[in-house]
């Protein structure tokens, strides 16, 4: 299912969330994905492709899939609990937007 989602990525993405490119490296259990947006496209590889990406994302499935399908958004419990880690929430929050998840 998290491959599937990745894979849609490129199609469903909207322009001009993005004023430079920023990297995404994302570890959802065994799922390794890098994900490159700019200001008109996505690009998602498999692995870690980006020796030090602009925000690295890990969680479960679970949550990931929350987030994604259920529009939650991660707030400082979950930060503080592990539930979620990145080196930059506020990237976070601009790739669900370029994507039309923005908590709407």
């Known amino acids: 299912m998290l491959d599937a989602l990745f894979t849609k990525l490129p199609k469903v993405f909207v322009a001009g969330t993005f004023a430079e490119p920023t990297s995404f490296y994302f570890s959802i259990r065994d799922i390794k994905k890098s994900v490159l947006c700019s200001a008109d496209s996505c690009t998602v590889s498999d692995g870690r492709t980006f020796d030090n990406a602009d925000c690295v994302c890990k ?21 503080m609990k592990g539930t979620i880690k990145s080196n930059n929430p506020g990237a976070l929050q601009l790739f669900l937007r370029c994507f039309g998840k923005d908590g709407g």
């Open 59 to 79: 969680t479960s499935p679970e949550f990931f899939l929350k987030i994604w399908q259920e529009n939650y958004r991660p707030g400082m419990k979950d930060f």
